[in-house]
């Protein structure tokens, strides 16, 4: 799962911080009822319920099942129900119909969770080097799943009509807009980028080797929500010189005006989030923008979309704990930067590179080795994380990536220019 073997934590910092992550999951959904966490919004999206128990899934199968002597599972019918697209451990309720899982309840299911927690953390500190390993891959990957939980929900609570608040909030005090964006010079040359192999990492971040940049620069922050207004009233969305072929066909075809959540109302662009629909605050970050969106935009501004490597090299100098990113339940939203560049947090950045391997890449043997291999086709990467990562959970080398079509995301735009 990883390029290099970490080296084994402490058991007992390891259960700490495995306790610390599975009692987050639970905190995000304690605003929801029974109804809210089984609702499924559409196919790219999941229940919040399901969410939970496959987290739990993934410990108590990967771990309680292979290295726990005479375990017994919680209930024979949830690999079934609760495995995502591992074909190694066979077959599985179809993606697109997790939400007719009504029965287990949220109850149900969270009794669940705190079975295999109390036998995950008695068994720990008797566990080999390599389950170990995979209760720290498990907390990774508790967290991203942390990441598409929040936007699930949010994705389910926009097709309400009455747009609920999750987590209400108040008013924001307006921030003033930043100046015009200003730009970060790299004279090219060949440049390292890749996972170093120290502490972890997930496959597909590695191997670590060079690649040539040619000169460029890179904006110094992202695109705003005031930006994208100017986008729209220009005609941003309606020329079709700005956009790919597939991308105008996406925006004719699903008649796209706007980004995702962004509504006209009482004569101004308002946008729906998780603390209800407000009006935009044009200083911060636009977000919930596809990859088409974001081409479009950056060819509109006669610019263009960075490449991986080129934000890499520019990131590696920066602290990735750094930035608005999540650090507990409550409301998540990208802020307007007030201290200069941020290089994570606050929106996923879109890239002009594809979700390929890396040279010298190899898939881990076993069910595991499915985790992102065989996803490196048709899709996009995004760097930097979000105002929904938990902190803590990213580093420069950490390659996300979706379908150029997809927004329900926190994603955003920085802007690159050949030099």
């Known amino acids: ?22 009692a987050l999951s639970v905190a995000l959904v ?6 809210d966490a089984s609702v499924q919004s559409m196919d790219d999206a999941s229940p919040a319920k399901w969410h ?22 919680h209930d024979a019918r949830y690999p079934f129900l609760f495995n995502s697209y591992y074909e190694a451990e066979g077959e599985r309720q179809a993606r697109g119909r997790r939400g007719l899982i009504t029965r287990p309840s949220l109850a149900e299911v969270l009794a669940y969770r705190a079975a295999v927690d109390a036998a995950l953390l008695a068994a720990l500190p008797a566990l080999p080097a390599a389950a170990l390993e995979l209760v720290a891959l498990g907390c990774h990957h508790e967290e991203q799943h942390q990441e598409l939980l929040i936007t699930d929900i949010l994705h389910l609570f926009a097709q309400n009509p009455t747009e609920p608040a999750i987590w209400p909030a108040p008013r924001k005090v307006p921030v003033e807009m930043p100046g015009p964006i200003g730009w970060i010079c790299h004279a090219g040359g060949i440049v390292d980028i890749g996972h170093n192999g120290e502490g972890f990492a997930f496959d597909a971040e590695g191997p670590r080797h060079q690649t040539l940049l040619t000169p460029h620069a890179l904006a110094d922050r992202t695109v705003t929500n005031g930006e994208w207004a100017a986008f729209i009233a220009e005609g941003g969305y309606r020329d079709p010189r700005h956009w790919l072929s597939d991308g105008w066909a996406w925006v004719k075809a699903q008649r796209i005006t706007a980004p995702l959540y962004w509504a006209e109302r009482d004569g101004g662009w308002t946008r729906f989030g998780l603390d209800g629909r407000r009006a935009i605050d044009p200083a911060a970050p636009v977000t919930h923008v596809s990859f088409y969106e974001a081409d479009a935009y950056a060819s509109w501004a006669g610019a263009r ?4 490597a080129e934000w890499e090299a520019a990131a590696q100098a920066q602290d990735p704990e750094s930035g608005n990113q999540l650090d507990r339940a409550g409301p998540v939203e990208p802020r307007p930067s007030t201290a200069g ?8 950045e879109w890239t002009g ?14 069910a595991v ?7 490196m086709s048709g899709q996009c990467v995004l760097r930097g994380g979000s105002c929904a990562t938990p902190r803590g959970h990213l580093r420069a080398a950490y390659r996300n990536f979706f379908y150029p079509h997809q927004r329900w995301q926190f994603t955003g735009v920085r802007l690159a220019k050949d030099l």
């Open 52 to 73: 939970l128990a496959h987290t739990t899934w993934f410990v108590e199968t990967f771990i309680l099942r292979d290295y726990v002597g005479g375990y017994q599972l």
């Open 1 to 22: 799962m990883q390029t290099k073997p970490s080296p084994v934590a402490d058991p007992a910092l390891l259960s700490t911080r495995y306790a610390d992550v599975r």
């Open 305 to 308: 979309l960075p490449t991986e």
């Open 341 to 348: 560049p941020a290089w994570f947090g606050d929106v996923w």
């Open 353 to 366: 590179s594809a979700f390929r391997p890396y040279p010298g890449f190899r898939a881990a043997e076993g």
């Open 30 to 35: 304690a605003p929801l009822s029974d109804a």
């Open 369 to 375: 080795g499915e985790y992102n291999g065989k996803f």
